[in-house]
């Protein structure tokens, strides 16, 4: 018997709750106790269509899921076509037999069924067909024995809107199930879920930290158009708009959307646009705006596969390149790729004090994988007790002592002018998208281009002095050590702590301030690297092209993945085999 | 007490002798004088083109964007600073061309920006092509052939994407184009102000001596009632022998988008503290995760 260290996967249709009721399952877990990683993946259909979310739960804090199944809850026959074959030996699938499943297909697999009448025990209990998802939950329950108050708490929660007779419905089909599969199968599965008494967690998602990391840095504008994945954030933070004192514009495009949240930039508001990577691609003319005219911005793209519509609802970081060098002429920006939940939300606040601190656009690069799997975290996890640095932002009382006509874009030696917001009659300005003088003023004077060009770049310099070293994993020393970014490195540490377990040593070095690259900090974290391989999620190899071209440091392989589903830590090992 | 001179800069426009910018500056610094706003207290936003150069010489607060994009900086700046007075200026390719999906969604969200759109029916900074007010049949670099597209309405776009003060200026009437301006300054929500101006240089067609004898004032036609929506939108569609300037249409019911946002209602966005509530106050959110 093994408690606590199994998956369970619910694979179904759009429409049939596939999300919903993984939700709440892995809410459930999350409250007993358990450390949980969900991976969601969908299509871009509203119906239909082969979904799933898989659940991971360990005793321990866990980066990724793997690729075993334990438990597969089958809501559709092509659940079971697609996933048997992923359950491991003594494991199981728990499906209605009234999806008419031919038993002697399961029959060579290892897995064991386990038919229960989901709806029928769901109508049986005087509760609709489409309680046969709570049944799931009850039967699930029932199978790893695992405790039926908590499981009940979560339906209480998630019915409790819709009144108490459809919460109790739910509690009673999903009891109704869980004797069933008990009074059936007893106690003959092995792999059980236990409560455990622990701290509270939370049980939250990349995109949703990011959210809250931004609201914690005094976010007060949001500008944006709906793209998967990058929408849950314009839709988080719509719904604590209120709350919270956020303006929210949804906007007619995301040429809007950047622009506004310049405007509101400019205007002295902390702003923020977020998007995926073909909405990025329609912003990159609006902040080269910002970068000329040194307006703090902030701008996330949750990346999916492209180009064009790519793979809409998938996974991929393709847009690491275009998002340092997506620019029409030169200008400073700082781009953070957070790989972790707990990063996310990091970068969510910093990204603000870096935008205004630099007077420029400060950017986010996410991605899919990252923005909807859910892990539970403990709750100091995120400390909102957040720094916040507004950087050269002249008071009222500066303002009001000025001695001489302001300069808006003054050389300075680290090429941060100080920044007064309009408003204050001793520092009326206008800036100009033209070449400008320090007044802001149009000019097309070559001393003066030289003048201004230098200013902003030598903020680049500035920036690449403070921004912090790479991310380290593992062991100080290793035989092999790994080169990532962003969500890649949830798989990568899976992998690299089983390599450890079975004594190789392995460590990664992670790049999460990514630009401007801190080219002294990446070197000294690469340069005694035994062997040197990078792991990310697209075709080409971008950062490997990236540190490469700033460190001279070649890496001695690569493995990548752009198929749009996320990397396996079992993935990264086979591929490793290959290229070492 | 402010005065039009307050608004005056050293920097001398580049624009041609003639044009019609210069009366449509003018009309702004007198009606801004008028109405007693002082410098510091307006936001000039703009995009690019011949006219969208009047922030840079102008003394108030400024901020020359990019081509087209005007109204959503603008929007974005009326929502992060509403004690501001926002005010446009910006051709009719940057606003109708390039910007024609901003222009319409301004409209309609009724954001309170007064929108003065200089419309010279042709690009002037880059030399001479057709633009979307420019007639059929227009002759130009980028219409050898003439111009096949339809002339854009922007007056009855307005109208019918909902909006709530629709006007048109002439650039050679300062009196009346200031007039014009205070009144739009006075609205609640969106107020257009297309102006027509001639563009002496790559617009010889439409001269002072075209428009003139063709322009009266809807103020002076017996009986019209700028609050008639159908007879607003039957003004707009006038245009020929009589071309109607003046308020076309205006209805004062329509709250604008930033007074109904609830964040706005404790004053400016700019004005209120980064974070409202202490860290503790905000703990409450993990509880949605729990």
């Known amino acids: 018997m093994t408690v606590n260290d199994m998956t369970f996967k619910i694979g179904g249709e759009a429409g049939q709750g596939v999300e919903s009721t993984g939700r709440g399952f892995a809410k459930a877990l999350v409250r007993g106790g358990l450390h949980i990683f969900g991976l969601q993946d969908y299509h871009s259909r509203i119906r239909g269509g082969h979904n799933f979310y898989q659940i991971r739960a360990a005793n321990h804090d866990i980066f990724s899921h793997d690729e075993r199944v334990h438990l597969l809850l089958a809501l559709t026959k092509v659940a079971i076509e697609e996933h048997a074959d992923e359950v491991v030996s003594g494991g199981g699938i728990i499906y209605d037999p009234a999806l008419s499943v031919d038993e002697t297909d399961l029959a060579g697999k290892q897995a064991r069924a386990f038919p229960v009448p989901l709806e029928q025990i769901a109508v049986d209990e005087g509760g609709s067909k489409v309680m046969a998802n709570t049944a799931a939950i009850g039967a699930a329950a029932g199978l790893t024995g695992f405790d039926m108050d908590v499981i009940s708490g979560v339906i209480r929660d998630n019915f409790g809107r819709k009144g108490p007779k459809v919460v109790d419905a739910n509690l009673k089909v999903a009891a109704a199930a869980r004797r069933f599969v008990e009074e059936k199968f007893g106690d003959s599965f092995p792999f059980k879920l236990k409560k455990i008494e622990g701290p509270p967690r939370m049980l939250i998602s990349g995109n949703e930290a990011l959210s809250l990391g931004a609201l914690m840095a005094g976010c007060k504008f949001v500008a944006g158009y709906p793209m998967t994945p990058g929408s849950p954030i314009l839709e988080w933070l719509s719904v604590h708009s209120e709350e919270w004192g956020i303006v929210i514009k949804h906007s007619e495009d995301e040429l809007a959307a950047v622009n506004m949240a310049i405007g509101a930039g400019q205007m002295g508001v902390r702003a923020m646009a977020p998007t995926s990577g073909g909405g990025f691609a329609l912003m990159v003319e609006g902040m080269g705006l910002a970068g000329l005219c040194e307006v703090p911005i902030v701008l996330v793209n949750v990346q999916r596969p492209g180009p064009a519509t790519g793979l809409a609802t998938r996974h991929e970081q393709g847009d690491l390149l275009f998002m340092i060098y997506a620019t029409q002429g030169e200008f400073p920006r700082i781009v953070l790729a957070p790989g972790t939940i707990e990063q996310c939300f990091e970068a969510g606040y910093r990204a603000f004090n870096l935008a205004e601190k630099f007077q420029t656009p400060a950017l986010i690069i996410s991605d899919a994988f990252l923005a909807h799997s859910p892990r539970a975290l403990d709750m100091d996890a995120l400390d909102f007790d957040v720094p916040i640095d507004r950087g050269a932002l002249l008071s009222d009382a500066e303002l009001d002592n000025l001695a001489e006509r302001y300069k808006r874009h003054r050389d300075t030696e680290s090429g941060v002018s100080p920044r007064a917001l309009p408003g204050h009659p001793n520092a009326v300005y206008s800036s100009a998208s033209d070449e400008h003088d320090e007044y802001g003023l149009i000019c097309e004077d070559a001393v003066v281009r030289i003048q201004q060009d230098a200013k902003r770049m030598r903020k680049l310099e500035t920036a690449r002095a403070e921004i912090k070293a790479p991310l380290r994993y593992g062991p100080p020393e290793a035989e092999l050590t790994f080169l990532t970014w962003g969500s890649t490195v949830g798989p990568l540490r899976m992998a690299v702590d089983l390599l450890n377990a079975e004594g190789k040593s392995a460590n990664i070095v992670q790049i999460m301030d990514i630009w401007p690259l801190p080219i002294e900090k990446v070197t000294a974290a690469l340069q005694g690297a035994n062997k040197l391989i990078c792991v990310e999620q697209n075709y080409t190899g971008q950062l490997a092209t990236l540190v490469r071209a700033y460190t001279g440091i070649k890496v001695d392989g690569l493995i990548n993945k752009y198929d749009g589903r996320p990397m396996s830590p079992e993935y990264i090992l086979a591929r490793l085999k290959e290229v070492t | ?290």
Not at chain 2, 6 to 18: F, K, L
Not at chain 2, 98 to 119: K, T
Not at chain 2, 188 to 216: E, H, K, M
């Open chain 2, 1 to 290: 007490m402010v005065t039009a001179k307050d608004y005056s800069s050293p920097v001398r426009p580049t624009w041609c002798i003639g044009c019609g910018n210069f009366g449509i500056w003018n009309s702004l610094k007198k009606a801004l004088a008028q109405v007693g706003l002082a410098p510091h207290e307006v936001m000039l936003i703009s995009g690019i083109g011949c006219g969208s150069k009047l922030p840079d010489y102008t003394t108030a607060n400024g901020f020359l964007t990019l081509h087209g994009r005007t109204l959503a900086v603008a929007t974005g700046a009326r929502l992060a600073n509403h004690g501001l007075k926002v005010i446009c200026t910006h051709g009719d390719g940057d606003g109708y061309g390039e910007g024609g999906n901003h222009f319409v969604s301004a409209v309609r969200r009724n954001i309170g920006i007064v929108d003065i759109v200089q419309n010279n029916r042709v690009y002037g900074l880059t030399k001479g092509q057709y633009s979307p007010t420019s007639p059929q049949g227009f002759v130009t670099r980028t219409s050898p052939q003439g111009a096949i597209e339809q002339t854009f309405n922007p007056l009855a776009v307005a109208l019918a994407a909902g909006g709530t003060f629709i006007s048109r200026g002439w650039s050679a009437d300062i009196e009346h184009l200031t007039w014009l301006i205070t009144e739009a300054l006075g609205h609640r929500g969106y107020a257009l102000v297309d102006v027509l101006q001639p563009c002496v240089t790559f617009n010889r067609r439409y001269s002072y001596d075209w428009l003139r004898p063709r322009i009266y004032k809807v103020e002076d036609e017996a009986g019209y009632d700028p609050s008639d929506r159908a007879a607003a939108f039957a003004k707009a569609q006038e245009w020929g022998e009589r071309i109607p300037l003046g308020i076309i249409y205006r209805t004062e019911s329509q709250p604008a988008y930033e007074e109904q946002v609830p964040a706005l209602e404790a004053g400016p966005l700019v004005k209120q503290p980064l974070c409202t509530k202490t860290p503790e106050e905000y703990e409450v959110l993990k509880q949605e995760y729990l």
